[in-house]
T-cell receptor, first 113, second 111 residues
Framework: DTEVTQTPKHLVMGMTNKKSLKCEQHMGHRAMYWYKQKAKKPPELMFV???????INESVPSRFSPECPNSSLLNLHLHALQPEDSALYLC????????????FGPGTRLTVL | RKEVEQDPGPFNVPEGATVAFNCTYSNSASQSFFWYRQDCRKEPKLLMS???SGNEDGRFTAQLNRASQYISLLIRDSKLSDSATYLC????????????FGKGTKLSVIP
């Protein structure tokens, strides 16, 4: 199994809703990431988990709350989002080591109304 | 500020052509170098890691020049399926989880 899966593929939510994005990998990778990507821009790093501990938070607003229940799963809890948060949310994972190639999931396309 | 600069696009080439992408990076501490391809509205997919000695994978050849902080990707015998945006990506230093992405170069291969 060499893939990262994400659910849901699409999500539409209002500004008062609470929702969660889910990511799963079974490659034995020890680092997992959340990225946000707007149209025609490169991905922007939001969070990094290493060995199930949050190691990097790129000054992300608290309306985004990551969670890593175990080494294979990564969640992103969403609450009180703004329309400008509409984007493609990508999960990635990597094994670590010298090169530490990151492999991306298909993403969740989020629209905030 | 860590930056990765890529050729401005788009590149429109006929099938069978050879096309080269260039990239420069500003962070001399970078240790890992990659080319990703991204199709419209899809995720980035790792195309190649780029090693100091240069590496080849079928029609794709990547080169790294650490002294000039320059990375290249050569695609030979272009196929229609090569049409995508190509992202040059470098890490932020030894052991770093953080990557710096170039803005990407769009390639369209025309029949």
């Amino acid at each position: 199994d060499t893939e990262v899966t994400q659910t849901p593929k699409h999500l539409v939510m209002g500004m008062t809703n609470k929702k969660s994005l889910k990511c799963e990998q079974h490659m034995g990778h020890r680092a997992m990431y959340w990225y946000k990507q707007k149209a025609k821009k490169p991905p922007e790093l939001m969070f990094v988990y290493s060995y199930e501990k949050l190691s990097i938070n790129e000054s992300v607003p608290s309306r985004f709350s990551p969670e890593c229940p175990n080494s294979s799963l990564l969640n992103l809890h969403l609450h009180a989002l703004q329309p400008e948060d509409s984007a493609l949310y990508l999960c990635a994972s990597s094994l670590g080591g010298t090169y530490n190639e990151q492999f991306f999931g298909p993403g969740t396309r989020l629209t905030v109304l | 500020r860590k930056e990765v600069e890529q050729d401005p696009g788009p590149f429109n080439v006929p099938e069978g052509a050879t096309v080269a992408f260039n990239c420069t990076y500003s962070n001399s501490a970078s240790q890992s170098f990659f080319w990703y391809r991204q199709d419209c509205r899809k995720e980035p997919k790792l195309l190649m890691s780029v090693y100091s000695s240069g590496n080849e994978d079928g029609r794709f050849t990547a080169q790294l020049n650490r002294a000039s902080q320059y990375i290249s990707l050569l695609i030979r015998d272009s196929k229609l399926s090569d049409s995508a945006t190509y992202l040059c990506v470098v890490n932020n230093g030894a052991g770093s989880y953080q990557l710096t992405f170039g803005k990407g170069t769009k390639l369209s291969v025309i029949p």
